[in-house]
């Protein structure tokens, strides 16, 4: 099996992460490429989503992958084996990535004309909602054995992002979880979330799920 | 429904938590009392299982708990309504506590004689990890749902560990999570770790781990 390149990203020394962020995100849209910045907690299902999408995709999107991990490497070479295109970011102990620090990823991973990065930040509901990467969407995966009380507890991460996706459904006769009181607390946040309901085991709404996002993908690279 | 009292904890200023957590250990062992820090990820079960060894105490231990969060006051209102003192902890958006933050949530709590006062964490496997708050025993929780790699994804958080809680058992037929799989990871990181398997909300092996941790506890605050 392939093994992925990893990188060890340095600190950044930039002061303004914001003004850096944005810097890179208009680099990104002259080049053609949307970032999105997917966030959760630990376990939530990033990679197996991500790997459901790709086969969703269908090859409409020329696509890579940044996992971002504290160690190890079994997400991204998980990734490689399906064919994406795919780099190990090591952060050094660092609870999220910033702007510099994805700009770093970016140039390990190295592709001509991908029509969208996905960054797979560090399992974290905190920190990495506090930090602009860059990114065009914002997404965050709430798995459903976590609880439907997750965007009350951590609101900055749903106020952040742009698209919720609640993985794991085929667990719902399992779970005592409540889709309305979470959609309530998570549109009390931010009334404008998009919300998608996929298992990523089963494949259930994950066709959807990827529509909407070439959809999106494609939008923003036009505009 | 009694309602929490509800803190909001200042930044420290304290430079050297390492020495300052020392410090508030040695304290609170002069004084009588064990304090137990518990982390895991978001929705890994810590307050149902707080509230499952509360059960299976019985009465042994003169306890309290101090609910840390960045927003709302839901964990601190169930464990009032089970009878035990607590006091809803707010970090302002911080990830983590460190000593200097404990101290302030164990004066608000403000209990005579606890034996036990447990710091229920920021639900994050990454940064708690990197904090010493001065606790005699760290207890991190991976429940089933997120998958038998946490441990080498996140190895600081099962190096700094003396016991870690396997939870929500009972739904080790709907996930794959391989034990020995998770064990190796865990073991390579902390040869010395305690695992107990359980199930929260069923009860399996709660009672097991109660009769360990008041064990420990005891020993703790009589030697």
């Not at 991908?114 to 797979?120: F, R």
């Not at 930040?121 to 965050?140: Q, R, S, Y």
Request: proline content about 4%; aromatic content about 4%; overall charge negative.
């Amino acid at each position: 099996m392939e093994k992925a390149k990893i990188i060890a990203l340095k600190e950044s020394v930039l002061e303004d992460n914001d003004q850096d962020a944005q810097a890179l995100r208009e680099e990104l849209h002259a080049g053609g490429t949307c970032l999105l910045n997917l966030m959760s907690s630990p376990g939530s299902g990033k990679t197996t989503t991500l790997l459901a999408l790709n086969k969703a995709f269908g090859g409409r999107l020329r696509w890579g992958v940044m996992e971002a991990d504290i160690d190890s490497a079994v997400d991204a070479d998980t990734m490689l084996a399906a064919g994406v295109p795919t780099v190990q970011l090591h952060t050094g102990g660092m609870c999220h990535l910033d702007a510099d620090m994805t700009r770093q990823g970016i140039r390990a991973l190295d592709m001509d004309n991908a029509e969208l990065i996905v960054l797979e930040n560090i399992g974290n509901l905190v920190c990495p909602a506090e930090f602009d990467t860059g990114a065009a969407i914002n997404m965050t995966i709430l798995s459903v054995p976590e609880g439907d009380d997750k965007p009350a507890k951590y609101p900055l991460m749903y106020e952040t992002c742009d698209m919720l996706v609640v993985n794991k459904i085929d667990t719902l006769p399992v779970f005592d979880f409540d889709r309305e009181r979470m959609e309530g607390y998570a549109r009390a946040r931010n009334p404008e979330i998009e919300i998608y309901y996929i298992s990523a085991k089963t494949g259930e709404g994950v066709q959807e799920l990827a529509d909407a996002l070439v959809k999106k993908v494609k939008e923003w690279n036009a505009n």
